[in-house]
Every structure is written in structure tokens, then in C-alpha cells.
T-cell receptor
Framework: EAQVTQNPRYLITVTGKKLTVTCSQNMNHEYMSWYRQDPGLGLRQIYY???????DKGDVPEGYKVSRKEKRNFPLILESPSPNQTSLYFC????????????FGPGTRLTVL | SQQGEEDPQALSIQEGENATMNCSYK?????LQWYRQNSGRGLVHLIL?????REKHSGRLRVTLDTSKKSSSLLITASRAADTASYFCARIQGAQKLVFGQGTRLTINP
């Protein structure tokens, strides 16, 4: 089954404790991206990647890192999480370009205390 | 804001009625996409309309695009309870940055 998976689905952590949210897709997609969703603000793109070793900033990259060492994986790293990073996070992928149909993961609900 | 503007922010209608939601944007586009999100879940792609298209249909969904007004609308006909969800438009900004509108929260009342 074609899908985007994210782990963990739920995470409660404390300020400053490094964490990684994994994202993996099995559709051989080139384009992958991360979004955060906050009430009243819609979805905002954090980082995107056009292909292996090619990443670029979205609208809200501060406090986040990403890497794209393999085509299928695009982890989101919070080196020193803060409470303002409490949010619902989504990973998505698409064939080649951002303006193709995006396939979304199920989401990761992160709480930073 | 770099995001698109969607209106209304919330819409509540009776089952069987039609629902229309709108999306406006500021810069030129190659295409515009519409997505649905059920509460707290991942977004699901509904329709992609290209800049040279004026209207597109998919089942009970009809999307229109007016590039001169930089706006698009999504019409859901004969609404059902299962249509209760948030609906978002999305388009490219810059190189390959994808931006979403803030969404319309649609509630279908039985």
C-alpha cells in the first residue's frame, strides 16, 4: 500500500530535550516536506526537499533541522525543543514537484512542556 | 500573509444543501490544489486545477479558477454528513515552496 508513515504519532517531551520525528514514504517520490499545523494559522511549511541531499527552508524553519540522506526518509529534528513548537506536524511527499498531488502522513502531535 | 485567504473560515449547512468555499491568492500560479482534512488527520488531495483550466469536476465536487481575479472556489453538491471536514487550497510560491490557505471548516448538520 502506498503510504507516508510518521513516528511517533504522539510525543510529550520537555524543553531542551532533542527529538527526531521520522517520515518515510514507499512511493519513490522525489519531493518531501514538513508542515506544522496550529489553530487559526493553517498549515505552514517548515522545510522541503527536492531530492536526496537537496533541502530548502519553508516559511517557518527556525528551531528545526532536516536531512535527506535516502530518498524514502525525511526526518525532522528538533535540537532544543521549546513550548512554542508544540503543534501537530505533518510530513508529505509527491512525485517530482511541489505542485503535484501531495500524499500526507497521519500526523505527529507534539507537546513540549 | 504569504498564505492564501479562504472564506468563509467556517460554514455550517444542512445535509443535502450545497457548500461553496473560496480561495484567493496573490501571485500567479501554474496550478491550484484543494485538500480535505478530517479532524486532526492527514490531508487528502481532492482536485488539482491548472491555470489554463476554468472548471474541473470530480464526483460531487466542482472547482472553478479565475486567474484574472486570482481566486478559486470549491463547490460540494448534495452535501453529506461525511463531508464534515476542513478544506484547504494550496499553491506554489517561489521555487518549490507549497503554501496552504487557512482553511474552511465545514459542518454538515443532519
Amino acid at each position: 500500500e502506498a503510504q507516508v508513515t510518521q513516528n511517533p504519532r504522539y510525543l510529550i517531551t520537555v524543553t531542551g530535550k532533542k527529538l527526531t520525528v521520522t517520515c518515510s514514504q514507499n512511493m519513490n517520490h522525489e519531493y518531501m516536506s514538513w508542515y506544522r499545523q496550529d489553530p487559526g494559522l493553517g498549515l505552514r511549511q517548515i522545510y522541503y526537499s527536492m531530492n536526496v541531499e537537496v533541502t530548502d527552508k519553508g516559511d517557518v524553519p527556525e528551531g528545526y533541522k532536516v536531512s535527506r540522506k535516502e530518498k524514502r526518509n525525511f526526518p525532522l529534528i528538533l535540537e532544543s525543543p521549546s513550548p512554542n513548537q508544540t503543534s501537530l506536524y505533518f510530513c508529505a511527499s509527491s512525485n517530482w514537484w511541489a505542485d503535484n498531488e501531495q500524499f500526507f502522513g497521519p500526523g505527529t502531535r507534539l507537546t513540549v512542556l | 500573509s504569504q498564505q492564501g485567504e479562504e472564506d468563509p473560515q467556517a460554514l455550517s449547512i444542512q445535509e443535502g444543501e450545497n457548500a461553496t468555499m473560496n480561495c484567493s491568492y496573490k501571485t500567479s500560479i501554474n496550478n491550484l490544489q484543494w485538500y480535505r482534512q478530517n479532524s486532526g488527520r492527514g490531508l487528502v488531495h481532492l482536485i488539482l486545477i491548472r491555470s489554463n483550466e476554468r472548471e474541473k469536476h470530480s464526483g460531487r465536487l466542482r472547482v472553478t479558477l479565475d486567474t484574472s481575479k486570482k481566486s478559486s472556489s470549491l463547490l460540494i453538491t448534495a452535501s453529506r454528513a461525511a463531508d464534515t471536514a476542513s478544506y484547504f487550497c494550496a499553491r506554489i510560491q517561489g521555487a518549490q515552496k507549497l503554501v496552504f490557505g487557512q482553511g474552511t471548516r465545514l459542518t454538515i448538520n443532519p
